[in-house]
């Protein structure tokens, strides 16, 4: 466990160095000295696939607590790196949509982001492993992706989070692809199909909550199927989903599962947490429980569980 004040343990910072909040690493540094800390491990990296081989260092020098300074690309490559370690997690969150820490009630506020690293609830999470990489958001495969991987290419920069309704238009004409979805070993959906997510928490890219009962610590993954093509058809899914309905449209089909296996009849490209990934024709996925130690705002009452 972590000591207060007087002389709390060893603790690394994972920062992406081009992303900011409030006054930025300078005033991180501030408050890590405030909070009497005894052993500040510092690691800084200029893109976020750099981070988990710092994360790891950060586990060989004996981090009791690692901050993860960054957006969902970086606290995804992180806790990738710090799954089954048992070591807690903090997440100060510095990025573009932050969902993940926007899921567990973390602010987009310097001071209080630290103040609950250090002195909220540590909780153990679920995590989503697909193709042998953790996830602490969703995956995704098809239209989702594809948004995505546009949003990537310097949009996300200039536009932010408005850079996810752009790249969304330009592909809501995208073709319906042969899909088999297998759900704990049977046969769940065999047909066409645009976009498949994996969810962990209920709300993802763009702010939409997609899976309106998810909660990341029951030990399931949750899974939808859409088949919308077109403007109208996707103007009807994204609807539903802004009300909180998504399992009324349609043109989706959701579930619950453990493992999920999946088959494509063309090569399409996936997403972990909002970072578009390879191309693929096949996914192996699976929840892992309990598989990372996160600080997250202490809860109100006893035996309350925390909502996603």
């Given at each position: 466990m972590l000591r207060r004040r007087d002389?709390?343990?060893?603790?690394?910072?994972?920062?992406?160095?081009?992303?900011?909040?409030?006054?930025?690493?300078?005033?991180?540094?501030?408050?890590?000295?405030?909070?009497?800390?005894?052993?500040?491990?510092?690691?800084e990296v200029p893109k976020s696939k750099k981070a988990p081989k710092q994360a790891r260092k950060a586990l060989k020098e004996g981090a009791e607590l690692v901050l993860v300074w960054g957006g969902d690309g970086m606290v995804q490559r992180c806790v990738?790196?710090?799954?089954?370690?048992?070591?807690?997690?903090g997440i100060i969150p510095a990025g573009t949509a932050n969902l993940f820490a926007r899921n567990l009630g973390i602010p987009?506020?310097?001071?209080?982001?630290?103040?609950?690293?250090?002195?909220?609830?540590?909780?153990?999470?679920?995590?989503?492993?697909?193709?042998?990489e953790h996830f602490a958001v969703m995956a995704g495969v098809g239209f989702d992706a594809e948004m995505i991987k546009d949003a990537d290419r310097g949009l996300k920069d200039r536009l932010g989070r408005a850079a996810y309704v752009w790249t969304g238009l330009r592909h809501v004409r995208g073709e319906l692809v042969p899909m088999k979805v297998k759900i704990d070993g049977v046969t769940w959906f065999e047909g066409e199909a645009s976009c498949l997510l994996l969810g962990n928490v209920g709300t993802i890219t763009g702010g939409i909550e997609a899976f309106d009962d998810a909660c990341p610590d029951d030990g399931w993954l949750e899974i939808g199927v859409t088949t919308a093509k077109?403007?109208?058809?996707w103007a009807r899914v994204l609807g539903r989903m802004s009300a909180g309905r998504s399992e009324e449209s349609p043109f989706v089909r959701m579930t619950r599962a453990r493992k999920v296996g999946v088959k494509l009849g063309a090569p399409m490209t996936y997403e972990l947490d909002g970072g578009a990934k390879d191309t693929v024709t096949e996914l192996r996925a699976k929840v892992v429980p309990g598989g990372i130690v996160v600080r997250v705002p202490a809860r109100e009452a006893p035996g309350e569980r925390l909502s996603a």
């Open positions: 002389g709390v343990g060893t603790v690394a910072v994972v920062a992406h160095r081009r992303k900011s909040l409030g006054g930025g690493l300078d005033e991180l540094r501030r408050l890590l000295a405030d909070e009497g800390v005894g052993k500040l491990l510092w690691y990738d790196a710090l799954a089954g370690s048992g070591v807690t997690m987009e506020d310097l001071p209080e982001a630290v103040r609950i690293a250090f002195h909220g609830e540590s909780r153990r999470l679920d995590l989503g492993k697909v193709n042998g077109g403007p109208i058809q």
